[in-house]
């Protein structure tokens, strides 16, 4: 079974500074996707990122990037020029290529920007 | 287009009491998945539709919880008998379906049993 781990309970950042949101998961699969989600306080689950782990190109989009390292199991979110609205929950996600792609979540990061 | 929808918002029952929630998902996504999102966690999955068909629903806790979609597009988690332990927000996504990796979520129902 596979486990996703944020050692981050809560975070805060000032305005324009830059933040990185940490995760590690645990796996035997070898095709697998990894995702950050965003949970603001209206409950919608929004995507962030996604990296496909037979890529080694780490995923950008925008402000946000991603450091991902295979071997240590790790994939943390960077988040550049922080904003106002970048406050709310993450949520790391794992999800094995195949089968039902059902996603596996972390217990989140609480992100709070600071004008 | 319209994202994917969920209905009700909240829904307050009485403990014993049986309680339906539903989901609209994304038109032409052939995947759907429910999800129950505890206070401070994370989404757990419960279940996943390919098309009509239950193609996975290892993560119905028990018997109470049950889920249909009769059609391939809307769908309807039930849950009997409600227990205290219940209370949580019912998150739904969609998808384009297997191979896609992107799953499109609703704004949940939050459900809570007094």
């Known amino acids: 079974a596979q486990t996703v781990t944020q050692s981050q309970p809560e975070m805060s950042v000032q305005e324009a500074e830059t933040v990185t949101l940490s995760c590690t998961y645990d796996?035997?699969?070898?095709?697998?996707?990894l995702f950050w989600y965003k949970q603001p306080p209206s409950r919608q689950m929004i995507l962030v990122i996604r990296?496909?782990?037979?890529?080694?190109q780490n995923a950008t989009e925008n402000r946000f990037s991603v450091n991902f390292q295979k071997a240590a199991k790790s994939f943390s979110l960077k988040i550049s020029d922080s904003q106002l609205g970048d406050t709310a929950m993450y949520f790391c996600?794992?999800?094995?290529?195949?089968?039902?792609?059902?996603?596996?979540f972390g217990k989140g990061t609480k992100l709070t920007v600071n004008p | 287009g319209a994202g994917v929808s969920q209905t009700p918002s909240n829904k307050v029952t009485e403990k014993g009491k049986y309680v339906e929630l539903r989901c609209d998902p994304i038109?032409?996504?052939?995947?759907l998945y429910w999800y129950r999102q505890s206070l401070g966690q994370g989404p757990e999955f419960l279940i996943y539709?390919?098309?009509?068909?239950?193609?996975?629903d290892s993560g119905l806790p028990n018997d109470r919880f049950f889920a249909v979609r009769p059609e391939g597009s809307v769908s309807t988690l039930k849950i009997q008998r409600t227990e205290r332990g219940d209370s949580a927000v019912y998150l739904c996504a969609s998808s384009r379906g297997s191979g896609s990796y992107e799953q499109y979520f609703g704004p949940g129902t939050r459900l809570t049993v007094t």
């Open positions: 796996t035997s699969e070898n095709n697998y996707y």
């Open positions: 990296q496909e782990a037979y890529k080694q």
């Open positions: 996600a794992f999800g094995a290529q195949g089968g039902s792609e059902k996603l596996v």
């Open positions: 539709f390919q098309g009509t068909g239950a193609a996975d």
């Open positions: 038109s032409g996504h052939t995947a």
